[in-house]
């Protein structure tokens, strides 16, 4: 930015020196190397803007052509197209005034340029020449800049390093090696005599770098620039502020939030606890209905076994004996056998079923995209009704029966009633 007053101001009010942090790379936090400028004027070291533009490209169509700044996001195209992405990068201009800023950052000593004319390089420079931009030692000032370039005004740079950093080199462009004395306002960017004769000679908005500064001058563009930078910071700032809160309380609501997964884990397995219990008790009841009924009928088809073998026994020791009386006991206890294997068919023929004690529960449970209750599922008592094998049945003609009513059917198939 400009700055008003005489040079001179500087050496009565000495200024710190510049902050190194404004020469490091926005990518890599290092000090810039090899300095390219895209046209936004924001600066990158060549190696880290290439690695940047072919990452933010990698993925896309290989027809792009652009890429944004890694700092202001503005869109921003390569010099030339025709060229692969990974030399983009160094086809920008190279800054020559960071290159310059950091020799002096170097502390590097200033020389004497008639001296180094004459073959005495190193004679250390004392005053600076503004309109020419030269050095000169204290001999070659009085005998040579004071002689021809009455009216210029001198800066002792020995006593400031501010003002040393004023003395810099001439800023060049980095494609064609002449100075940068043009600005095209048309595409914000700066240029040699060339740049703007070779790309830029149908814009209608091309000053020299003097013109635009006055102009930016005359119409207080830095002023408002700085008022709307501040205002940025400080809105930025807030930003900051901000984030550094929420940052302090994450931990907070981590910290929280497993606290209320823990608590929430064991509610619900004390649920799950009480919910298995009135399952568990339920199937355990269930089994033991079923198997005393099974149990029952059991131990009825067991002890009628026992008595017909009982029975089969003593008849045939009858029949050898020829016992009337005991024949005819035998015989009375058969037929009551019988009688009872019977009734028990009849009972068997409502009841002669298979039971399967199961547990089934909802597949949707293990899935967490549908809203149903927590359960444990339930238990269930499949019956499926078992046929008897046919020596078990009564003979019709055994069975007690009677008419109860005579009727006809007609079928299709009949030529009459």
Known sequence: MAEGGSPHDSLDNPKPAMDTHLLDCPICLEQLHQPKSLPCLHSFCQECLSTFITKDLSGKMAAATSFPCPVCRKITQPVNLSEGKEKWAQ??????????????????????????????SGTPAKVWCQAYNVLFCETCKDEY????????????????????????????????????DYYCEDHEILGCSRCITIDHRRCDEVTTTQEYCDKLKRESCLDHLKTSLQKTTDAIEFLIKEFGEQLKTMP??????????????????????????????????????????????????????????????????????????????????????????????????????????????????????????????????????????????????????????KFNINSSSDSSD
């Open 145 to 180: 800049h004071d002689l021809i370039h009455e009216d210029c005004e001198t800066v002792d740079i020995s006593k400031d390093v501010t003002m040393q950093q004023k003395v810099t080199q001439v800023v060049r462009c980095g494609k064609h090696a002449e100075k940068m």
């Open 252 to 405: 907070e609501d981590l910290d929280t939030g497993f606290k209320s997964i823990v608590d929430l884990r064991q509610k619900v397995d004390a649920r799950l606890d009480a919910m298995q219990e009135k399952i568990t008790d339920e199937l355990t009841a269930i089994y033991k209905t079923e198997k005393e009924n099974l149990d029952l009928t059991l131990q009825k088809c067991e002890r009628l076994t026992s008595s017909i073998q009982i029975t089969i026994k003593t008849s045939a020791t009858v029949i050898q004996r020829n016992a009337s009386v005991d024949t005819i006991l035998v015989y009375q206890r058969g037929m009551a056998e019988l009688r009872s294997y019977r009734d028990l068919v009849t009972e068997l023929r409502k009841s002669f079923i298979a039971v399967r004690i199961k547990h089934s529960f909802d597949p949707a449970l293990l899935k967490t995209n549908k809203n149903i209750p927590l359960t444990l599922g339930k238990v269930t008592v499949q019956k499926e009704r078992r046929i008897l094998p046919g020596h078990l049945f009564t003979p019709l003609a055994e069975c007690r029966v009677k008419e109860v009513a």
């Open 91 to 120: 086809q920008f201009p190279t800054n020559d005034l960071i290159n310059s800023l950091e020799k002096v950052t170097m502390d590097e000593p200033r020389y004497c340029k008639p001296c180094e004319k004459k073959g005495k």
